[in-house]
């Protein structure tokens, strides 16, 4: 990306609005020990894109993604999610830009001794105050979108 369209990515993620940038990361740098992971990665994601990280075992996908979400610290280079720099967001911008983050990795990761339902319904359980009834509802409406039968 060029320093113009890199300055114009910067613009958009301020706003993060229909079909702008929700993802910004720049000049990411992750090593562990003297083992360089990630060297100066950059990307930006918009509204409405939806991509996969393919690549060999360690090649850095995981680390680029726990980077993003924050549980693996960077040496270098700046993350925005829907506009914020998430280095500089207070406790309770995190938490709502954490609420409105989902990630699936390849080969479920979902809770073995919960249902489907239920595993769908933890966030829900984390992060709202809703009536049990209403989970049921909508974790059954996310489960008939993805295409799985209602006893999944």
Known sequence: MNLRNRKRAGALADDAGEGDI??????ISVSFADKLILDRLSLDIRRGEILGFVGASGAGKS????????LTRKQSGTIKLFGVDVEKAD???RLRIDMRLGVL?????????????ENVQVPMREYL????????????LKIELVGL????
């Not at 105050?129 to 059954?140: S, V």
């Open 63 to 70: 680390v680029l993604l726990r980077t993003i979400l924050g």
């Open 129 to 140: 105050d809703l009536p049990r009834k209403l989970m049921d509802e909508l974790a059954m």
């Open 105 to 117: 990795f390849q080969h479920g990761a979902l809770f073995s001794a919960l249902t489907v339902l």
């Open 91 to 93: 406790d309770a911008e």
């Open 149 to 152: 039968p209602p006893d999944a």
């Open 22 to 27: 929700v993802l910004s990361a720049h000049d």
